[in-house]
T-cell receptor
Framework: EAQVTQNPRYLITVTGKKLTVTCSQNMNHEYMSWYRQDPGLGLRQIYYSMNVEVTDKGDVPEGYKVSRKEKRNFPLILESPSPNQTSLYFC???????????FGPGTRLTVT | KNQVEQSPQSLIILEGKNCTLQCNYTVSPFSNLRWYKQDTGRGPVSLTIMTFSENTKSNGRYTATLDADTKQSSLHITASQLSDSASYICVVSAKGNYQLIWGAGTKLIIKP
């Protein structure tokens, strides 16, 4: 089954404790993205990647890092999480061109 | 500045009724426009994708229209069902730019 998976689905952590949210897709898509969604706001792009070893900042990259060492994986790293990073995070992937974008199930992160 | 605005912000209708959601954009040069459905706490799911040359596209009871001259799109839902309760998000892509510009969404509630 074609899908985007994220782990963990839920995470509660404390300020400053480094964490990684994993994202994996099995559709051989070139493009992958990370978004965050906060109440009353639309999805905001954090980082995106157009291929292996090619990443770029989205609209809200501060406090986040990403890497794309393999085509299928695109982990999101929070080196020193802060409470303002409490949010619902989505990973997405799509193929090059005008194609449907597939989203993961989301990771709900709480930073206390 | 590239922007996508949706109206209304929220809408409540009775089951079985039709409704139309609006999207205005200022993205230029235009590449494509997408409508997504997002259930609460879940990732968005694509409903339609339209390019410049397409002015209408259907997906079951969902019909999207696009007027590239006035930079407006609408999503019409026919014979609404309780499962249509969700947020509907309009997303526009500019030519030559991988990034998608997201609207804030319309929250639709269907009442029995």
């Amino acid at each position: 089954e074609a899908q985007v998976t994220q782990n963990p689905r839920y995470l509660i952590t404390v300020t400053g404790k480094k964490l990684t949210v994993t994202c994996s897709q099995n559709m051989n898509h070139e493009y992958m993205s990370w978004y965050r969604q906060d109440p009353g706001l639309g999805l905001r792009q954090i980082y995106y990647s157009m291929n292996v070893e090619v990443t770029d900042k989205g609209d809200v990259p501060e406090g986040y890092k990403v890497s794309r060492k393999e085509k299928r994986n695109f982990p999101l790293i929070l080196e020193s999480p802060s409470p303002n990073q409490t949010s619902l995070y989505f990973c997405a992937s799509r193929d090059r061109g005008i194609h449907e974008q597939y989203f993961g199930p989301g990771t709900r992160l709480t930073v206390t | 500045k590239n922007q996508v605005e949706q109206s209304p912000q929220s809408l409540i209708i009775l089951e079985g009724k039709n409704c139309t959601l609006q999207c205005n954009y200022t993205v230029s040069p235009f590449s494509n426009l997408r409508w997504y459905k997002q259930d609460t706490g879940r990732g968005p799911v694509s409903l339609t994708i339209m390019t410049f040359s397409e002015n209408t596209k259907s997906n079951g009871r969902y019909t999207a229209t696009l007027d590239a001259d006035t930079k407006q799109s609408s999503l019409h839902i026919t014979a609404s069902q309780l499962s249509d309760s969700a947020s509907y998000i309009c997303v526009v892509s500019a030519k030559g730019n991988y990034q998608l510009i997201w609207g804030a969404g319309t929250k639709l509630i269907i009442k029995p």
